[in-house]
């Protein structure tokens, strides 16, 4: 178990990780708050609904043409939140990589790369894995903590 300076520590240095998936190895950044709120801004781009257990596959199929965000979901988990392009016309698209006459930034490479040479229960293990490391319980806290000391400041 790590102790928080050393998780800091590595997070201030961005010491890279190595994760393998398949026959693929990722170097992963220490995670960061602002990649973390990357990661949840782009998770808002995937579909919202509820598949049903019975129909799964025609469901799973129906809606696969609107997650192609998942390979930025992973690289900007891998790269971190520094790699993100930095304009604001870029950031509007969430399909930066379709762009064409256009430069791409190593987190559409990544993601590119990813989307197409990944099968999913590789993608899914790689997220998974990636999520753990993330961090989310500590921002949780965090959040939490804060929300209830503006709750219980007097009011007017």
């Not at 990780?17 to 220490?30: D, M, N, P, Q």
């Not at 049903?52 to 809606?63: K, P, Q, R, V, W």
């Not at 998974?128 to 949780?140: D, P």
Request: hydrophobic share 45%; net charge neutral; aromatic share 6%.
């Amino acid at each position: 178990m790590k102790t928080v300076e050393s998780k800091v520590a590595e997070t201030i240095l961005q010491e890279n990780k190595k994760i393998e998936v398949g026959a693929h190895t990722f170097s992963i950044v220490a995670p960061t708050t602002a990649t973390l709120i990357q990661v949840s801004k782009l998770i808002s781009f995937l579909p919202s609904v509820k598949l049903d257990a019975e129909n799964f596959i025609y469901e799973s199929l129906s809606i696969a043409e609107k997650c192609d965000v998942l390979g930025a979901i992973a690289a900007t988990m891998i790269l971190g939140a520094r790699k993100q392009p930095n304009t604001q016309s870029e950031k509007k698209s969430r399909l930066k990589w379709l762009k064409i006459g256009r430069k791409k930034s190593e987190i559409d490479e990544l993601a590119e790369f990813i989307l197409y040479n990944l099968s999913p229960s590789e993608l899914e293990t790689l997220i998974v894995e990636l999520l753990k490391g993330l961090e989310i319980q500590s921002f949780f806290q965090v959040t939490v903590s804060l929300l209830e000391v503006n709750l219980l400041r007097a009011t007017r």
